[in-house]
């Protein structure tokens, strides 16, 4: 479909024990502005430049309410009570820069779909054009 070459994909895993928030994660990966109703901090990132689209994606299953990065992020934050608690994976790649904005979005959407959202889990992605 596109050629892919990724060099480096960092995975990271989104503790609260690590002091991470899923909903402070989701806040700058798309820059927004969200509450965390757990701890009660917000998270505005909305002059944060750079992000070129922002999406949530989900498996047949989830609530259509997960739609929303707020409650998405929320209930992921009420439902995993314990310190320790394993909130989000993290998920970094450099697109390749040969294709177009419309062919990175596809490549991502593929890539999510078949990765994740086909196996059951919802996906909050963002790509970001850093200018460089």
Request: hydrophobic share 40%; proline share 4%; net charge neutral.
């Given at each position: 479909?596109f050629?892919?070459d990724?060099?480096?994909?960092?995975?990271?895993i989104?503790?609260?024990s690590?002091?991470?928030?899923?909903?402070?994660?989701?806040?700058?990966?798309?820059?927004?502005?969200?509450?965390?109703?757990?701890?009660g901090?917000?998270?505005?990132?909305?002059?944060?430049?750079?992000i070129?689209?922002?999406?949530?994606?989900?498996?047949?299953?989830?609530?259509?309410?997960?739609?929303?990065?707020?409650?998405?992020?929320?209930?992921?934050?009420?439902?995993?009570?314990?310190?320790?608690?394993?909130?989000?994976?993290?998920?970094e790649?450099?697109?390749?820069r040969?294709?177009?904005g419309?062919?990175?979005?596809?490549?991502?959407?593929?890539?999510?779909?078949?990765?994740?959202?086909?196996?059951?889990?919802?996906?909050?992605?963002?790509?970001?054009?850093?200018?460089?």
């Open positions: 479909m050629p892919i990724f060099c480096h994909i960092p995975v990271s989104i503790k609260r690590a002091g991470r928030s899923a909903v402070a994660a989701a806040a700058y990966r798309s820059g927004t502005k969200l509450t965390n109703e757990w701890d901090m917000t998270h505005d990132y909305t002059r944060k430049g750079g070129v689209h922002a999406e949530i994606m989900l498996p047949d299953h989830a609530p259509r309410s997960f739609a929303d990065r707020s409650i998405l992020w929320n209930s992921v934050e009420q439902i995993e009570k314990a310190r320790d608690s394993q909130l989000a994976r993290e998920i790649a450099a697109l390749p040969e294709l177009s419309e062919q990175q979005l596809a490549l991502v959407r593929a890539y999510v779909k078949d990765n994740f959202v086909d196996k059951g889990m919802c996906a909050d992605f963002a790509i970001h054009d850093k200018g460089t």
